[in-house]
């Protein structure tokens, strides 16, 4: 059998390993007779599971201990509505810089929730092509949310804003894991793990433990973040396969040399297709501008529309699958999360530079 090298935005590609582990294991977890799958989450043999993704996470993100891991569900668009509800209390005013889609629809939330939005940053002006950076900053705000990876824009901070006295909550969905995170400004971090970590349906939440007490009095119990904090995240059945498969994603980035390991294995995956963009920039015109560009999601387009279908239909033959371009932007888009294997990103590099020759007048 050969995998594809599969460069869809998510869910996305897992490494080969931690698939083939859940396929030795599916049927008998070790040794018990009984699926992962079918067993109590209040068993013995699950809660190994549970604790231990909690405290691998905590150590290889260096989570300090001031912060709280809860698991829940729902994604990000479902934080997006959660976080205004629970940290924005009876004040009601928050900060959000806008770099894209993603960023509009967290706003969207909080306006739903008559919370006083005010927009620190944008780079609406340029159809989200860059990180803003300047902010500006007003007093009294109960957070500042922003997007760290800008999936559909194919933009990503390079590093994280100063927010003044203020905290960060930040949407890590397509770039939880991969490098090296800075908790010094943040309040609160989450992603759904179906990008970087897992496979979809669990969202992993890093929250401050002192945001509690903001929680709106008619709050629902479930809606609460107290409420798994409490229960270590199963007053409610919680997503147990979806956990299982990310501690053995935590387990196979340990093996990667950890989060500064899996940045330099990024880095060098990206530059092969930055590279061939920037080697024929008339041809690939690269949406990103050059100094906000993500190391997970590289977007193009090419001169002529055309051209992309063409592309898209020989990336496929040749088993590359998932790199059309999100209609905001148009054109390409090359998903390369941590599990993407470097020969992945040489085999697009050449498929690239091999169409360019054929194509570009
Ligand atoms: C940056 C970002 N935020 C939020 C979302 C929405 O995530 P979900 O579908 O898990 O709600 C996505 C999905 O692609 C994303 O890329």
Redesign the pocket.
């Known amino acids: 059998m050969s995998r594809s090298y599969n460069f869809a935005?998510?869910p996305a590609t897992l490494p080969t390993g931690v698939l083939e582990t859940v396929q030795k294991e599916l049927l008998d977890y070790q040794g018990t007779g009984t699926s992962l799958m079918e067993m109590s989450h209040r068993g013995k043999i699950f809660d190994a599971v549970y604790q231990k993704a909690v405290s691998d996470l905590r150590r290889i993100a260096g989570i300090p201990e001031r912060f709280d891991i809860l698991f829940m569900t729902?994604?990000?668009?479902?934080?997006?509505a959660l976080i205004p509800l629970n940290l924005s209390g009876s004040n009601r005013k928050a900060g959000y810089i806008n770099t894209g889609a993603?960023s509009k629809?967290a706003i969207e939330q909080a306006k739903i929730q008559k919370v006083n939005v005010h927009e620190v940053a944008s780079s609406a002006d340029s159809n989200f092509n860059y990180i803003p950076d300047s902010f500006d900053i007003v007093d009294g705000l109960d957070y500042i949310h922003m997007?760290s990876?800008?999936?559909?824009f194919g933009t990503q901070f390079q590093k994280l804003p100063d927010p003044g006295g203020t905290k960060l909550v930040i949407?890590m969905?397509?770039d939880f894991l991969s490098k090296p995170i800075d908790w010094t400004h943040i309040g609160m971090a989450y992603a759904?793990t179906?990008?970087n970590a897992g496979p979809?349906g669990l969202?992993v939440v890093v929250i401050d433990k002192d945001y509690y007490d903001r929680e709106r009095e008619d709050t629902p119990t479930i809606f609460r973040y107290s409420t798994f904090a409490k229960n270590d995240s199963m007053y409610n059945t919680p997503p147990t396969f979806q956990i299982y498969v990310f501690g053995l994603v935590l387990e196979w980035l340990d093996s990667m040399g950890g989060l500064k390991g899996i940045q330099q294995h990024n880095e060098s995956k990206a530059a092969l297709i930055y590279d061939v963009i920037d080697s024929m920039p008339e041809f690939f015109l690269g949406h990103a501008r050059k100094d906000s560009r993500s190391l997970m999601n590289i977007t193009w387009n090419f001169p002529d529309k055309e051209l992309d279908p063409v592309f898209l239909k020989g990336a496929d033959e040749k088993r590359m699958p998932g790199l059309k371009g999100h209609r905001s932007v148009g054109g390409l888009r090359a998903s390369v999360y941590n599990a993407m294997p470097k020969e992945g990103c040489q085999a697009l590099a050449d498929y690239m530079q091999a169409f360019a020759g054929e194509h570009k007048k």
């Open positions: 935005a998510g729902g994604g990000a668009s479902t934080q997006f993603w629809k997007t990876n800008n999936t559909i949407d969905s397509s759904g179906q990008k979809s969202t």
